[in-house]
């Protein structure tokens, strides 16, 4: 009996994961932006239904204007406006820093595995939207600019920082340690990307 309870394996605790408060903040304004330009996007897309004036307009030009994209089957992607997975997904950044911060020693890796991926889809998500906004539908609606603005860097950061802190592994913290040395270089060049392209199909500028 002795030596069985010798040997017994006695269980580990899982190893917790907590963002700086730089980290933090970034995802919780990236949040709460995404989330009132998303609520906004909505007002939008029901004022395209209805007729009704939105609180602001985001109709500034022909190229410059919300009404394709969010009535084109890109713009409601599930069957319904893709403004409501913003409302509802961009509680998640908030969520992850506050409850990170405020939890004795930070939040499994599991946790953070998930978040992650969303994330990830999250960026997917814009990029084809963007896609499809200069190449299919021929306008940029201002809002939804926005939204890509704050997903960018959410995401960036995020894959920086689990990769960084070994979440997926030791293997990927020299990577994550490099995204996050350069992430303002990183997130720059993918807004260039995005805004080349516009300016190159659409002669953005010379429509303002």
Do not use: K
């Amino acid at each position: 009996m002795r030596d069985s309870e010798a040997h017994r394996i006695e269980p580990t605790s899982p190893t917790l994961y907590r963002p700086g408060r730089g980290t933090a903040l970034l995802w919780i304004v990236t949040g709460v932006v995404g989330w009132i330009i998303s609520f906004l996007l909505y007002l939008e897309y029901v004022g395209q239904l209805t007729g009704s004036d939105a609180i602001i307009s985001c109709n500034i030009s022909v190229l410059i204007t919300c009404g394709p994209n969010l009535l084109a089957p890109g713009g409601n992607l599930l069957g319904f406006s893709n403004s409501l997975i913003g409302i509802t997904l961009f509680t998640g950044p908030i969520y992850a820093a506050i409850s990170s911060r405020a939890a004795p020693g930070g939040l499994a890796a599991a946790f953070w595995r998930v978040y992650a991926v969303a994330v990830l889809g999250a960026f997917v998500f814009v990029h084809v939207l963007a896609y499809r906004s200069v190449f299919e539908y021929g306008s940029l609606c201002p809002w939804c600019l926005v939204v890509w603005l704050v997903t960018i860097p959410l995401f960036w950061s995020v894959l920086g920082w689990t990769f960084r802190e070994g979440v997926w592994g030791n293997p990927m913290r020299r990577v994550g340690a490099i995204v996050l040395w350069w992430l303002p270089v990183v997130v720059v060049v993918d807004y260039a990307v995005i805004f080349v392209s516009a300016q190159l199909h659409l002669d953005v500028l010379g429509s303002l």
